[in-house]
């Protein structure tokens, strides 16, 4: 590793210099001699020897030069307020100079610091200078009074160094060069050799000034004395300043060219003659103590354990002393010493620097780096430092960080914050590992020097610390680290805002955004911006950082100054909104400056604009700020005309809209437009939707809209033009809120809306495009290769003279309430307010709407009352689509003209619980059809509940019953007046008469029907063929045929209470009857085969199931003149034989087509599976036995057993298949054994105990069975058995092809089994 010394690991040399000398400077405008002798340093080739004898060469050698009074005084002041006082002491130098080159600021201030510590040596005294002149009354006496002076230095200070005479002879000197060279010997001869006499000239007047290098900056003593006391508070000593003031070290010396000479001559003799060969002396000789004390043999240390029973400690360090031989001052004074123990406690009881440390230190001056290695290895091992030195030295590895991360570990203590002695030690450690090592070894991966910095400053809220962050973050800035670098910049900017240093703190954040908008160099795909939607080139960088840095840099603009910057980055801080999600506010008190929150964005911007216009007037021009923000979303504008303003989904109106094109595609090609347009005159609006992106309050002042008309200019659009304002409106965080304006036109034309303008926080004038970006084209290759649009859509208004406009309502604006299942006849108005004539009028609701034109009673045909009183309807059985209504009008609609109409209405539960009806409209056939909406609210209160359960019989006439109850769940009595069946194969009749009284609430009433077949049965199989060839074209994948299942009649049964009311007579109940079944079914579909298209539905599936049983219940509640009824459509009578699972094998057995997409081979599967589990493919046993239950005989047994005969019946109730079954019976129950609950006895069947039979469909058979009664009691009939085999329907005729399409075995039933009784004859009494 290249190593270079920093010079505050130099060699320290104090001077003391005589009064005489010092009035001999200042006589010739000098500054004091340790400042001339520092401007010589360092000094250019330099040799040393090392302790093997090898040469080591020193580009430059510095060394350090200062007052020895100045030292002693710093020594004796508190360690920790004396770092306290240089921490603020660099800040005030950071503030007041601000330099741009701050750390080098930094590192001077450190390295000018050479107070001596308690913790290391290297600032203690190598060298003592003594200096006197030859202008002194009495030289000698000068000389040895400086000999016989006391050093004042506290016990911790190493008192090893080398001590030299130091004799200035001006050419003003009473004294000639001859006495002077006498004096020089006398000198020598006294005090050793280490004596150097320095003739200089000194001329008067002084030479012109010569610069010299800036002098390092010291720290300047206290301020005031200093009183110092022990610990029972008595006065021991005063600290006071050598100097009267602060004056800055001089960058320049008048002196002669040749005095120049002489003094570098000495000052080099000086290093190279006495101070080096000194310091190689003393490392030898430490060396040789150090070796031994290591060289000890492992004996001593094997006898030490064995007879002490423990290892022995490191051997002591001895502890070196100054030497009489080298210096003849005295190391402390006896009076001092008692004194210096009571100044500051303990800390003053601490040895000086061991003599190991002091090698160490000598040979890493001295260049000895391998002997130097070794010892500071051998005292981090034994915790005595040395982790701090060892950085330097070493070649990088990752050994190197360790060594780091233990010497900041042994100062930092583990309390939150940190004392000012642990920080300075951090400082100085910091910049002498950045001074020191190498930049590209410093910056390498291996080290990562920049993070040592950032480690060393802590968690200190100081000025250097900042530094050290800001220095950080530029050499990581210089590896292309920049996001660690923005964020370390943006740290010691924060730490610098707090410090008060607000200049610098501006610059430092200025870099970090500079280095946050630098966009990254790795570019993306142009496809992924445009999928993204984003413009590739308004990618910033790394944007989520951005606003952190900019919040803090526009306060610190607006608080130096600067406003209109200030408010062009408070404005800017608002663009992240849209982008970057909200974050984490901490609870931290002292981060609220920094908060990256919309509200204070706002506020800041508020304040500063505010700021502006009341120093710079109400006439200040911000018209270059622009809002980075939208609020309005012109993909959602819109313009409303009169009559637009009603409710209803968007979606809702979409689906008439096309349900009306549908119907009227084969009808012709007329057109389907929006009614009306703006008339002149009348006002229109359009609706801007305001969108708040922000997370705080924004209000919007003076909104407005800014329109243009084709044609003409802006006198026109001031005179006929009329735009309504809005003064003011406040958006809530993240709301969206329509605001409608509306706009007035006097005369004919076509305004186009082209932008929204407002007054953002009623401050800045802005205004937004309301323009939608027209479709992107690719027509050409150019075109799909770079994107392209069509033009610009905006909001365009045509205002005409006349227009064709029907305006539709309810005649009731009351609150409409329903009955569930309740019809009402409900008036509409229909008003023609345009200037031309309605000739034509069609009415469209939704699909679950159940609504007719009202039909009376005095027009329904005398031949469809007779062929429905006959009970027979025809159907085409195919799922019914709503069409829209033909609104008959007797003639042409004139302008202003009112007509009424009347609907019947049977509102059903819903979502939103409202109607959405279409009118559509046209002059005259041929012209265009326009439409209008209106809707209306309802409620629907519970009225009645009807279920059906149904029950086979044994009788012939009726197989099936089917028991309703009726419950009325409302809170009103009514009168069930109809009870009406429907049914394509089934029949029904009352088996009882229907009550006519009154249900009350939470009350039932129920009714039996009797079921029994019709002659057409055909039907079944037809039906079931059809719904089998389509659901197999669905499974294999094959087009579904548009063809129409087979057509039903429907048999139609009625049973009335009190005089007939037919209302399914009526066409409209009809209608409305169809649309709640459409319904049922239609929800039925969607929730069992959701996969199957709706389109594709009515093709599949036929309106009714043959077997499908419907009952209406009619009700009316005379009081309240209301009526209605309730529908039950999902009875199934009868059983069913699996019709669809010839194609459900097929579909399981067929080559299944690989998909690579797993969704596709689930949504088959849920199909097969919803198509198995259907009505369609419903399977039971289609034969039921019934035994006759009850039989009671009586026998006289004294005359024995004798026989019962019991009948059994067995009927099959398929229509369509005939069955074959066997019946068995067991003979092997015992007699005494118990059956069933009631532990009745077990049969004994004798006779024909097998009975084989073939029935055909809805065909029963009656089996006698012989039954042995031995004793009297109640007899179980148990123990028999029948096998059922079901055939494919003899579709011939001939029962030869018999091929079994189902086998079922029932067994006598478990519990409530039938029985009969036997009693006995009494006996007759004798």
Same mark, same amino acid.
């Given at each position: 590793?290249?190593?270079?010394?920093?010079?505050?690991?130099?060699?320290?040399?104090?001077?003391?210099?005589?009064?005489?000398?010092?009035?001999?400077?200042?006589?010739?405008?000098?500054?004091?001699?340790?400042?001339?002798?520092?401007?010589?340093?360092?000094?250019?080739?330099?040799?040393?020897?090392?302790?093997?004898?090898?040469?080591?060469?020193?580009?430059?050698?510095?060394?350090?030069?200062? /007052?020895?009074?100045?030292?002693?005084?710093?020594?004796?002041?508190?360690?920790?307020?004396?770092?306290?006082?240089?921490?603020?002491?660099?800040?005030?130098?950071?503030?007041?100079?601000?330099?741009?080159?701050?750390?080098?600021?930094?590192?001077?201030?450190?390295?000018?610091?050479?107070?001596?510590?308690?913790?290391?040596?290297?600032?203690?005294?190598?060298?003592?200078?003594?200096?006197?002149?030859?202008?002194?009354?009495?030289?000698?006496?000068?000389?040895?009074?400086?000999?016989?002076?006391?050093?004042?230095?506290?016990?911790?200070?190493?008192?090893?160094?080398?001590?030299?005479?130091?004799?200035?002879?001006?050419?003003?000197?009473?004294?000639?060069?001859?006495?002077?060279?006498?004096?020089?010997?006398?000198?020598?001869?006294?005090?050793?050799?280490?004596?150097?006499?320095?003739?200089?000239?000194?001329?008067?007047?002084?030479?012109?000034?010569?610069?010299?290098?800036?002098?390092?900056?010291?720290?300047?003593?206290?301020?005031?004395?200093?009183?110092?006391?022990?610990?029972?508070?008595?006065?021991?000593?005063?600290?006071?300043?050598?100097?009267?003031?602060?004056?800055?070290?001089?960058?320049?010396?008048?002196?002669?060219?040749?005095?120049?000479?002489?003094?570098?001559?000495?000052?080099?003799?000086?290093?190279?003659?006495? &101070?080096?060969?000194?310091?190689?002396?003393?490392?030898?000789?430490? /060396?040789?103590?150090?070796?031994?004390?290591?060289?000890?043999?492992?004996?001593?240390?094997?006898?030490?354990?064995?007879?002490?029973?423990?290892?022995?400690?490191?051997?002591?360090?001895?502890?070196?002393?100054?030497?009489?031989?080298?210096?003849? +001052?005295?190391?402390?004074?006896?009076?001092?010493?008692?004194?210096?123990?009571?100044?500051?406690?303990?800390?003053?009881?601490?040895?000086?620097?061991?003599?190991?440390?002091?090698?160490?230190?000598?040979?890493?001056?001295?260049?000895?780096?391998?002997?130097?290695?070794?010892?500071?290895?051998?005292?981090?091992?034994?915790?005595?430092?040395?982790?701090?030195?060892?950085?330097?030295?070493?070649?990088?590895?990752?050994?190197?960080? $360790?060594?780091?991360?233990?010497?900041?570990?042994?100062?930092?203590?583990?309390?939150?914050?940190?004392?000012?002695?642990? *920080?300075?030690?951090?400082?100085?450690?910091?910049?002498?590992?950045?001074?020191?090592?190498?930049?590209?070894?410093?910056?390498?991966?291996?080290?990562?020097?920049?993070?040592?910095?950032?480690?060393?400053?802590?968690?200190?809220?100081?000025?250097?610390?900042?530094?050290?962050?800001?220095?950080?973050?530029?050499?990581?800035?210089?590896?292309?680290?920049?996001?660690?670098?923005?964020?370390?910049?943006?740290?010691?900017?924060?730490?610098?805002?707090?410090?008060?240093?607000?200049? $610098?703190?501006?610059?430092?954040?200025?870099?970090?955004?500079?280095?946050?908008?630098?966009?990254?160099?790795?570019?993306?795909?142009?496809?992924?911006?445009?999928?993204?939607?984003?413009?590739?080139?308004?990618?910033?960088?790394?944007?989520?950082? !951005?606003?952190?840095?900019?919040?803090?840099?526009?306060?610190?603009?607006?608080?130096?100054?600067?406003?209109?910057?200030?408010?062009?980055?408070?404005?800017?801080?608002?663009?992240?909104?849209?982008?970057?999600?909200?974050?984490?506010?901490?609870?931290?008190?002292?981060?609220?400056?920094?908060?990256?929150?919309?509200?204070?964005?706002?506020?800041?911007?508020?304040?500063?604009?505010?700021?502006?216009?009341?120093?710079?007037?109400?006439?200040?021009? !911000?018209?270059?700020?622009?809002?980075?923000?939208?609020?309005?979303?012109?993909?959602?504008?819109?313009?409303?005309?009169?009559?637009?303003?009603?409710?209803?989904?968007?979606?809702?109106?979409?689906?008439?809209?096309?349900?009306?094109?549908?119907?009227?595609?084969?009808?012709?090609?007329?057109?389907?437009?929006?009614?009306?347009?703006?008339?002149?005159?009348?006002?229109?609006?359009?609706?801007?939707?305001?969108?708040?992106?922000?997370?705080?309050?924004?209000?919007?002042?003076?909104?407005?809209?800014?329109?243009?008309?084709?044609?003409?200019?802006?006198?026109? $659009?001031?005179?006929?033009?009329?735009?309504?304002?809005?003064?003011?409106?406040?958006?809530?965080?993240?709301?969206?809120?329509?605001?409608?304006?509306?706009?007035?036109?006097?005369?004919?034309?076509?305004?186009?809306?082209?932008?929204?303008?407002?007054?953002?926080?009623?401050? $800045?004038?802005?205004?937004?495009?309301?323009?939608?970006?027209?479709?992107? &084209?690719?027509?050409?290759?150019?075109?799909?290769?770079?994107?392209?649009?069509?033009?610009?859509?905006?909001?365009?208004?045509?205002?005409?003279?006349?227009?064709?406009?029907?305006?539709?309502? %309810?005649?009731?604006?009351?609150?409409?309430?329903?009955?569930?299942?309740?019809?009402?006849?409900?008036?509409?108005?229909?008003?023609?307010?345009?200037?031309?004539?309605?000739?034509?009028?069609?009415?469209?609701?939704?699909?679950?709407?159940?609504?007719?034109?009202?039909?009376?009673?005095?027009?329904?045909?005398?031949?469809?009352?007779? =062929?429905?009183?006959?009970?027979?309807?025809?159907?085409?059985?195919?799922?019914?689509?709503?069409?829209?209504?033909?609104?008959?009008?007797?003639?042409?609609?004139?302008?202003?003209?009112?007509?009424?109409?009347?609907?019947?209405?049977?509102?059903?539960?819903?979502?939103? #619980?409202?109607?959405? +009806?279409?009118?559509?409209?046209?002059?005259?056939?041929?012209?265009?059809?326009?439409?209008?909406?209106?809707?209306?609210?309802?409620?629907? /209160?519970?009225?009645?509940?009807?279920?059906?359960?149904?029950?086979?019989?044994?009788?012939?006439?009726?197989? %099936? #019953?089917?028991?309703?109850?009726?419950?009325?769940?409302?809170?009103?009595? &009514?009168?069930?007046?109809?009870?009406?069946?429907?049914?394509?194969?089934?029949?029904?009749?009352?088996?009882?008469?229907?009550?006519?009284?009154?249900?009350?609430?939470? *009350?039932?009433?129920?009714?039996?029907?009797?079921?029994?077949?019709?002659?057409?049965?055909?039907?079944?199989?037809?039906?079931?063929?059809?719904?089998?060839?389509?659901?197999?074209?669905?499974?294999?994948?094959?087009?579904?045929?548009?063809?129409?299942?087979?057509?039903?009649?429907?048999?139609?049964?009625?049973?009335?209470?009190?005089?007939?009311?037919?209302?399914?007579?009526?066409?409209?109940?009809?209608?409305?009857?169809?649309?709640?079944?459409?319904?049922?079914?239609?929800?039925?579909?969607?929730?069992?085969?959701? @996969?199957?298209?709706?389109?594709?539905?009515?093709?599949?599936?036929?309106?009714?199931?043959?077997?499908?049983?419907?009952?209406?219940?009619?009700?009316?509640?005379?009081?309240?003149?209301?009526?209605?009824?309730?529908?039950?459509?999902?009875?199934?009578?009868?059983?069913? @034989?699996?019709?669809?699972?010839?194609?459900?094998?097929?579909?399981?057995?067929?080559?299944?087509?690989?998909?690579?997409?797993?969704?596709?081979?689930?949504?088959?599967?849920?199909?097969?599976?919803?198509? =198995?589990?259907?009505?369609?493919?419903?399977?039971?046993?289609?034969?039921?036995?019934?035994?006759?239950?009850?039989?009671?005989?009586?026998?006289? %047994?004294?005359?024995?057993?004798?026989?019962?005969?019991?009948?059994?019946?067995?009927?099959?109730?398929?229509?369509?298949?005939?069955?074959?079954?066997?019946?068995?019976?067991?003979?092997?129950?015992?007699?005494?054994?118990?059956?069933?609950?009631?532990?009745?006895?077990?049969?004994?069947?004798?006779?024909?105990?097998?009975?084989?039979?073939?029935?055909?469909?809805?065909?029963?058979?009656?089996?006698?069975?012989?039954?042995?009664?031995?004793?009297?009691?109640?007899?179980?009939?148990?123990?028999?058995?029948?096998?059922?085999?079901?055939?494919?329907?003899?579709?011939?005729?001939?029962?030869?092809?018999?091929?079994?399409?189902?086998?079922?075995?029932?067994?006598?039933?478990?519990?409530?089994?039938?029985?009969?009784?036997?009693?006995? !004859?009494?006996?007759?009494?004798?």
């Amino acid at each position: 590793m290249a190593f270079a010394l920093p010079s505050s690991l130099s060699p320290h040399v104090c001077v003391l210099s005589s009064p005489d000398l010092e009035q001999l400077l200042r006589a010739s405008s000098l500054p004091p001699l340790e400042d001339i002798l520092q401007s010589f340093s360092p000094l250019p080739q330099v040799t040393t020897r090392t302790t093997n004898l090898v040469t080591v060469a020193h580009s430059t050698f510095a060394i350090r030069f200062s /007052n020895l009074i100045d030292v002693e005084n710093a020594c004796l002041e508190d360690e920790e307020k004396r770092s306290a006082r240089i921490i603020d002491w660099i800040g005030e130098r950071i503030d007041r100079q601000c330099p741009k080159w701050w750390w080098d600021e930094l590192r001077r201030c450190l390295e000018g610091d050479n107070v001596p510590s308690k913790t290391e040596g290297w600032n203690h005294p190598v060298s003592i200078i003594l200096a006197v002149s030859t202008t002194a009354p009495n030289p000698l006496q000068a000389v040895t009074t400086l000999h016989s002076r006391t050093l004042e230095f506290p016990s911790w200070v190493d008192t090893s160094h080398l001590v030299c005479t130091l004799i200035v002879h001006p050419s003003t000197s009473a004294l000639s060069d001859e006495e002077a060279a006498a004096l020089f010997n006398a000198v020598k001869k006294q005090y050793g050799v280490h004596v150097y006499l320095l003739p200089l000239i000194l001329p008067s007047p002084p030479p012109p000034p010569v610069s010299i290098p800036h002098l390092l900056p010291q720290l300047p003593p206290p301020p005031l004395d200093v009183e110092q006391h022990d610990i029972n508070g008595n006065l021991t000593s005063t600290l006071s300043n050598t100097r009267e003031s602060l004056v800055a070290r001089p960058n320049s010396l008048r002196i002669s060219e040749g005095d120049i000479q002489r003094t570098v001559r000495f000052t080099r003799e000086f290093v190279v003659m006495s &101070l080096v060969p000194w310091m190689e002396r003393r490392v030898i000789e430490w /060396n040789e103590v150090y070796s031994s004390s290591r060289r000890l043999p492992s004996r001593l240390f094997s006898s030490t354990r064995r007879l002490f029973g423990s290892g022995i400690s490191t051997p002591q360090t001895p502890v070196h002393t100054s030497s009489t031989s080298l210096s003849s +001052l005295p190391a402390r004074s006896h009076t001092y010493s008692a004194s210096q123990t009571s100044l500051s406690g303990p800390s003053f009881s601490l040895p000086p620097p061991s003599q190991q440390r002091r090698l160490a230190e000598f040979a890493t001056i001295l260049g000895d780096h391998k002997l130097a290695i070794g010892v500071w290895e051998s005292l981090r091992k034994e915790g005595k430092g040395g982790s701090d030195i060892l950085p330097m030295l070493l070649s990088p590895s990752p050994a190197t960080t $360790l060594h780091v991360t233990q010497s900041l570990s042994a100062i930092f203590p583990s309390a939150s914050e940190l004392p000012a002695h642990a *920080q300075f030690q951090a400082l100085k450690y910091a910049v002498r590992w950045e001074t020191s090592i190498s930049h590209n070894d410093f910056l390498s991966d291996t080290l990562e020097g920049e993070r040592w910095l950032v480690w060393a400053a802590g968690n200190s809220e100081e000025t250097p610390t900042a530094l050290l962050l800001a220095h950080a973050a530029l050499l990581s800035a210089r590896k292309q680290a920049k996001r660690r670098a923005a964020l370390w910049y943006f740290f010691a900017a924060s730490k610098l805002q707090k410090c008060g240093i607000k200049p $610098l703190a501006m610059y430092l954040l200025r870099r970090a955004h500079e280095i946050l908008s630098d966009r990254p160099r790795k570019l993306l795909s142009p496809s992924f911006w445009e999928s993204q939607g984003i413009i590739a080139s308004q990618n910033a960088g790394f944007n989520a950082a !951005l606003s952190g840095v900019e919040h803090p840099l526009g306060r610190l603009l607006y608080a130096t100054g600067e406003i209109r910057g200030a408010i062009k980055l408070f404005l800017g801080l608002l663009r992240w909104s849209s982008t970057v999600s909200a974050r984490e506010k901490t609870g931290d008190g002292d981060n609220e400056e920094f908060l990256d929150s919309d509200k204070s964005y706002l506020e800041d911007f508020t304040v500063a604009v505010s700021y502006l216009k009341s120093v710079s007037g109400q006439e200040v021009h !911000l018209n270059d700020l622009i809002i980075p923000v939208k609020f309005a979303v012109p993909a959602s504008g819109r313009l409303i005309l009169r009559g637009d303003t009603v409710g209803g989904g968007v979606s809702e109106w979409e689906r008439m809209e096309e349900t009306w094109r549908s119907f009227w595609k084969p009808r012709g090609k007329e057109t389907l437009e929006k009614s009306g347009k703006a008339v002149i005159g009348d006002s229109f609006w359009v609706e801007v939707v305001l969108y708040n992106p922000l997370d705080a309050d924004v209000t919007l002042a003076n909104l407005t809209l800014i329109v243009e008309a084709q044609g003409h200019d802006c006198d026109w $659009l001031s005179r006929n033009v009329q735009v309504e304002r809005i003064d003011e409106i406040t958006l809530h965080a993240k709301e969206n809120r329509p605001v409608s304006l509306a706009v007035r036109v006097s005369e004919a034309s076509t305004l186009v809306i082209t932008d929204f303008g407002y007054e953002f926080l009623g401050l $800045l004038t802005a205004k937004e495009s309301l323009a939608r970006r027209g479709r992107r &084209l690719q027509d050409t290759l150019q075109q799909r290769l770079t994107p392209t649009y069509a033009p610009d859509i905006f909001i365009k208004a045509a205002i005409e003279d006349d227009n064709l406009e029907l305006d539709v309502s %309810f005649a009731t604006v009351e609150p409409l309430v329903f009955l569930e299942g309740e019809y009402r006849w409900v008036e509409m108005r229909l008003s023609n307010i345009g200037s031309r004539a309605i000739g034509e009028v069609w009415l469209l609701a939704g699909p679950e709407d159940q609504i007719s034109p009202y039909c009376p009673s005095a027009e329904i045909s005398r031949k469809f009352l007779l =062929r429905n009183l006959a009970g027979v309807l025809f159907t085409d059985n195919k799922l019914p689509r709503w069409t829209p209504y033909n609104i008959r009008l007797e003639e042409e609609l004139q302008p202003s003209e009112v007509i009424r109409t009347t609907l019947i209405w049977r509102p059903v539960r819903s979502a939103n #619980q409202r109607i959405c +009806l279409m009118f559509v409209y046209r002059e005259r056939e041929g012209c265009t059809f326009y439409y209008t909406r209106v809707t209306k609210s309802y409620e629907i /209160n519970p009225c009645l509940i009807v279920s059906a359960k149904p029950y086979t019989t044994p009788l012939k006439h009726h197989p %099936f #019953q089917v028991n309703v109850e009726i419950s009325n769940t409302g809170s009103t009595a &009514l009168r069930v007046t109809q009870l009406t069946t429907i049914s394509p194969v089934w029949q029904c009749s009352p088996l009882h008469l229907l009550s006519s009284a009154p249900l009350q609430p939470a *009350q039932s009433a129920n009714f039996s029907l009797a079921a029994f077949p019709s002659e057409d049965k055909d039907c079944i199989g037809k039906t079931h063929d059809f719904v089998a060839r389509t659901l197999g074209n669905v499974l294999s994948g094959r087009e579904v045929e548009s063809g129409n299942p087979p057509p039903l009649y429907l048999s139609c049964s009625h049973t009335f209470s009190g005089e007939d009311h037919l209302p399914l007579l009526n066409p409209a109940i009809s209608h409305l009857y169809l649309c709640g079944r459409r319904d049922v079914i239609a929800s039925s579909m969607a929730r069992s085969h959701p @996969h199957i298209p709706t389109a594709s539905r009515s093709s599949i599936f036929p309106f009714y199931n043959p077997l499908s049983l419907d009952i209406l219940v009619f009700w009316e509640i005379p009081s309240e003149q209301r009526c209605g009824f309730t529908l039950l459509s999902s009875l199934i009578l009868g059983p069913s @034989h699996g019709a669809l699972q010839e194609i459900i094998g097929d579909a399981e057995q067929a080559k299944v087509k690989r998909s690579m997409y797993a969704e596709t081979q689930r949504e088959k599967t849920e199909m097969l599976q919803s198509i =198995r589990n259907s009505e369609w493919n419903a399977e039971s046993n289609p034969l039921i036995v019934s035994v006759e239950d009850g039989l009671v005989m009586e026998h006289d %047994f004294d005359k024995g057993g004798c026989l019962a005969y019991v009948t059994f019946t067995l009927r099959n109730y398929s229509l369509t298949h005939p069955s074959r079954y066997i019946l068995r019976f067991n003979p092997s129950l015992s007699r005494n054994a118990a059956v069933g609950p009631l532990n009745l006895l077990a049969p004994r069947y004798i006779g024909p105990l097998l009975v084989r039979g073939c029935l055909q469909p809805s065909e029963s058979s009656s089996v006698e069975a012989r039954l042995w009664v031995s004793r009297p009691g109640i007899y179980a009939l148990c123990g028999w058995e029948v096998e059922v085999e079901v055939s494919e329907p003899w579709l011939d005729g001939s029962k030869t092809s018999w091929r079994t399409r189902h086998r079922y075995v029932q067994g006598s039933p478990a519990e409530c089994c039938p029985y009969f009784t036997v009693n006995g !004859l009494p006996r007759p009494h004798t």
